[in-house]
């Protein structure tokens, strides 16, 4: 089990690493608005979804990582 | 460097031998006014102390005052206030039975003195890729963390010795991370959290002579959130505490709400006749990191805090790993 949850331990840490890449490299940069008159805090607000949207994402790809980590070697 | 090696001598050692040296008398003081708590895991009626706390906030109190008298910075002063309001929820809590929504809505409040006093970047640093920009979500992310460092530390607070021990790796971990970042001042303030956490684990260690309570558990993870951002290493902090998350999570998606603990039903740990440790086959009961430990063979409760311990070297050393990925740009 040690090592299960190493490995539950280590994808975490994965995925952090994955979605900081997501979250700097492709949805830092996109102007979503181009330079239109809108107020800043549009565009802010509309990736703070994006961001939210991709945090349900990973805790729904973790969710599934828990189980075929561990729904195998358990009975409850 | 020296300019920072003075205040580290003396915040440490504030921190480490006030909570040292007054632990036992607030043991003492305790038990006679009978604020003690059975220890569920031992053979027969052992009452501990309770709540370590009290001890916990002196310790970290005495050692960010002597800090800030040295360095003037509202940061250390925002780490302070939300530590003490911390604290002060989990005291209550301690005192009283509140609901499972209290603790995440007032820890959000507690963590308002950093916005106040502006000691936060709405940059989020990332390891490899560099830091984007979140003016909005950072103020969501502010009034999140607290909640998450604080009652994560909270439900990972039940065997003799985890939260303190715990605590002592990950602000051991965190500090060794700001030092990499060059980020001293706010190092020596998560320094004297693992002091403190240190010295409360001597007392707290099995077998447990005082328990750390809500509000030694929420100053300690309170704490640790408020370093985590004014460092600006929220992504460091939250590896560092990786076993405590994945234990959150495992209760939270097998329980599909926030409920206190008391308010559950189906028990997911029991003993053996020669009172180990083992995890129950119980559908209603929670699944948390010291089932999943359990799953495949009974174990005495130190072994199972050991286990717990080297979970929390592990992610020790991957934000350590992570501090020097931050100095990585691709």
Known sequence: MRFALVGFLFVMWILMLI???????????????????????????????FAISLVIIWIFILFKVKNWIFTKELNF | ?????????????????????????????????????????????????????????????SSEIILYAFFQNPEILSIMSVTFLSFLIGYVDDRKVLG?????????????????????????????????????????????????????????????????????????????????????EIMLTSLTLGFVSLAFYKFHKIPSKIFPGDSGALALGGMYGAIAIVGHVEIIAAVALLPAVVNSFLFLSSMKKIVEHRQIKGKPVEHTEDLKLKATLDKTAPITLVRLILAKSPMTEKQVVNEILKLAIFSGMLAVVTAFLMRVEL
């Not at chain 2, 003081?29 to 002196?58: Q, S, W, Y």
């Not at chain 2, 959000?108 to 006093?117: C, D, E, G, N, Q």
């Open chain 2, 100 to 184: 499972g929504w209290f603790k995440p809505i007032a820890l959000a409040l507690a963590a308002t003195p950093i916005i106040f006093l502006g000691t936060y970047d709405s940059n989020l640093a990332f390891p490899i890729f560099g830091v984007v920009n979140i003016p909005i979500l950072y103020f969501a992310i502010i009034l999140l963390m607290i909640p998450i460092t604080g009652n994560t530390i909270n439900s990972i607070d039940v065997l003799n010795g985890v939260a303190s021990g715990f605590m002592v790796v990950a602000s051991f971990a965190l500090s060794a991370a700001l030092f990499i970042l060059g980020n001293y």
């Open chain 2, 1 to 61: 460097m020296t300019e920072i090696i003075i205040p580290a001598i003396f915040s440490c050692i504030s921190s480490f031998f006030t909570v040292y040296f007054v632990t036992p008398p607030l043991i003492r003081l305790l038990i006679k006014k009978n604020f003690t708590v059975r220890d569920v895991n031992k053979k027969g009626e052992v009452m501990v102390a309770r709540p370590g706390g009290l001890v916990i906030i002196l310790g970290i109190m």
């Open chain 1, 19 to 49: 979605g900081g890449g997501i979250i700097v490299a492709v949805l830092g940069p996109i102007s979503l608005l181009g330079d239109s008159s809108f107020p800043w805090f549009v565009s802010s607000g509309i990736k703070a979804a």
